[in-house]
C-alpha cells in the first residue's frame, strides 16, 4: 500500500480497531496473572512471540540484521522493553485494569517532555503544553482516589503502571534516536521481544511459584496474547506507521485508555465512579491535543 498524506476509511477502522485490542489487551493480562505469575507470563509471552516474528520474516524473506550498530540499539531497546512490561504486568497484578490503563496511557505525557528537550524539531507548544496538564491532571486524580475499587486501589500498582508508561515513552523516543530506526518494523520487534523473553523468564523464580491457578482459560489468554496483541497488534501498528503520518497515527491512541476503563467494568466489573470517569476524560482529551497535528497556514 502507497504512503498516504492523511487518515482515509480504511486507516480510521484500522486504527480504532488497534485502539480496541489496546485496551482489551490489559483484560487479557489481569486474568491470565491468576494462573501464571505475572513475570513468568510476560517471559513466556515474549518468548513465544519471538518464535512468531522469527517465523513471519522467514515466510516473506525478510533479512535479519546483527550488525554491530543495529545490534547495539537493539539491546538497549530491549532492555527498555523489559522494564516497561515487567512494571506492566506487575502493575496489573496489584491494581484493577481501570487504574492501571489510566496510568499507563500516560506515556504521551513522558514522551513529550522527554522530547521538548532530546529532540529539536518537537518543541513543547501551548497546544501541547495544555495536553499535558490535562493529561497529567487525569494522572493525578487517579492516583489520588484512593476508592475501594474491590482492594484493587494499589500505590505500588499505580507506581509500577507509571514505570511503565516511562518505559514505553522511552521506547518510542530511542526508536527515533538511535540506530535501531535504521531497520524493519519486524527486526525493531524482534530485539525487543529476544532481550525481553530471555531476561524475563530467567527473573521469573525470584518472584514466587510459576504457575498459580492455572486453567484452560490462561492458556488460551497466553495464547492470543503471543500471537494476536504482540505478533500481529505490533507489527501491524508499525506497518500503519509506515503509511499514515505519524501524528495521525498517535491521535488514536487517545481511544485505548477509553477502552481499557470499558472492558474492565464491562467484564471484570470493576467499580467506576465519578473520580475515575473524570480521570479517563482528561487523560484522553489531553492524549488527543498532545498528538493532534499542526494546522498549516494557507491550507
Same mark, same amino acid.
Given at each position: 500500500?502507497?504512503?498516504?498524506?492523511?487518515?482515509?476509511?480504511?486507516?480510521?477502522?484500522?486504527?480504532?480497531?488497534?485502539?480496541?485490542?489496546?485496551?482489551? $489487551? /490489559?483484560?487479557?493480562?489481569?486474568? !491470565?496473572?491468576?494462573?501464571? /505469575?505475572?513475570?513468568?507470563?510476560?517471559?513466556?509471552?515474549?518468548?513465544?512471540?519471538?518464535?512468531?516474528? @522469527?517465523? @513471519?520474516?522467514?515466510?516473506?524473506?525478510?533479512?535479519?540484521?546483527?550488525?554491530?550498530?543495529?545490534?547495539?540499539?537493539?539491546?538497549?531497546?530491549?532492555?527498555?522493553?523489559?522494564? %516497561?512490561?515487567?512494571?506492566?504486568?506487575?502493575?496489573?497484578?496489584?491494581?484493577? #485494569?481501570?487504574?492501571?490503563?489510566?496510568?499507563?496511557?500516560?506515556?504521551?505525557? @513522558?514522551?513529550?517532555?522527554?522530547?521538548?528537550?532530546?529532540?529539536?524539531?518537537?518543541?513543547? $507548544?501551548?497546544?501541547?503544553?495544555?495536553?499535558?496538564?490535562?493529561?497529567?491532571?487525569?494522572?493525578?486524580?487517579?492516583?489520588?482516589?484512593?476508592?475501594? /475499587?474491590?482492594? /484493587?486501589?494499589?500505590?505500588?500498582?499505580?507506581?509500577?503502571? #507509571?514505570?511503565?508508561?516511562?518505559? +514505553?515513552?522511552?521506547?518510542?523516543?530511542?526508536?527515533? &534516536?538511535?540506530?535501531?530506526?535504521?531497520?524493519?518494523?519486524?527486526?525493531?520487534?524482534?530485539?525487543? !521481544? *529476544?532481550?525481553?523473553?530471555?531476561?524475563?523468564?530467567?527473573?521469573?523464580?525470584?518472584?514466587?511459584?510459576?504457575?498459580?491457578?492455572?486453567?484452560?482459560?490462561?492458556? &488460551?489468554?497466553? =495464547?492470543?496474547?503471543?500471537?494476536? #496483541?504482540?505478533?500481529?497488534?505490533?507489527?501491524? +501498528?508499525?506497518?500503519?506507521?509506515?503509511?499514515?503520518?505519524?501524528?495521525? &497515527?498517535?491521535?488514536?491512541?487517545?481511544?485505548?485508555?477509553?477502552?481499557?476503563?470499558?472492558?474492565? @467494568?464491562?467484564?471484570?466489573? %470493576?467499580?467506576?465512579?465519578? *473520580?475515575?470517569?473524570?480521570?479517563? =476524560?482528561?487523560?484522553?482529551?489531553?492524549?488527543?491535543?498532545?498528538?493532534?497535528?499542526?494546522? &498549516?497556514?494557507?491550507?
Amino acid at each position: 500500500m502507497d504512503r498516504k498524506d492523511k487518515i482515509d476509511a480504511f486507516g480510521v477502522i484500522a486504527l480504532t480497531g488497534f485502539a480496541l485490542l489496546s485496551g482489551f $489487551n /490489559q483484560v487479557i493480562i489481569k486474568l !491470565v496473572n491468576g494462573g501464571l /505469575q505475572p513475570v513468568f507470563f510476560a517471559g513466556v509471552r515474549s518468548l513465544g512471540a519471538l518464535f512468531c516474528v @522469527w517465523l @513471519w520474516m522467514r515466510f516473506r524473506g525478510k533479512s535479519f540484521d546483527f550488525s554491530r550498530r543495529i545490534f547495539v540499539a537493539g539491546l538497549f531497546v530491549g532492555l527498555i522493553f523489559t522494564a %516497561e512490561f515487567f512494571c506492566l504486568f506487575l502493575a496489573l497484578d496489584y491494581s484493577s #485494569v481501570s487504574r492501571t490503563t489510566i496510568l499507563y496511557y500516560s506515556m504521551p505525557i @513522558w514522551l513529550s517532555l522527554a522530547a521538548h528537550f532530546f529532540l529539536p524539531g518537537d518543541r513543547m $507548544n501551548r497546544k501541547k503544553a495544555l495536553g499535558v496538564a490535562l493529561a497529567f491532571t487525569g494522572v493525578a486524580i487517579a492516583i489520588l482516589d484512593r476508592g475501594d /475499587q474491590g482492594g /484493587q486501589a494499589s500505590l505500588i500498582g499505580d507506581v509500577f503502571a #507509571v514505570l511503565a508508561a516511562i518505559g +514505553w515513552a522511552g521506547i518510542a523516543l530511542c526508536v527515533r &534516536v538511535t540506530p535501531i530506526s535504521e531497520t524493519s518494523p519486524e527486526m525493531q520487534l524482534f530485539y525487543q !521481544v *529476544a532481550v525481553s523473553g530471555i531476561i524475563l523468564t530467567l527473573l521469573a523464580p525470584f518472584f514466587g511459584p510459576l504457575v498459580r491457578d492455572l486453567m484452560p482459560i490462561h492458556l &488460551v489468554g497466553l =495464547l492470543f496474547q503471543t500471537v494476536v #496483541v504482540v505478533t500481529i497488534g505490533f507489527v501491524s +501498528w508499525f506497518w500503519l506507521m509506515t503509511i499514515y503520518p505519524a501524528s495521525g &497515527v498517535a491521535s488514536f491512541s487517545f481511544l485505548s485508555p477509553i477502552f481499557g476503563v470499558f472492558f474492565g @467494568w464491562a467484564i471484570l466489573d %470493576e467499580e467506576i465512579g465519578l *473520580a475515575t470517569i473524570g480521570a479517563i =476524560l482528561l487523560v484522553a482529551i489531553g492524549i488527543f491535543l498532545i498528538n493532534r497535528p499542526r494546522r &498549516v497556514r494557507g491550507v
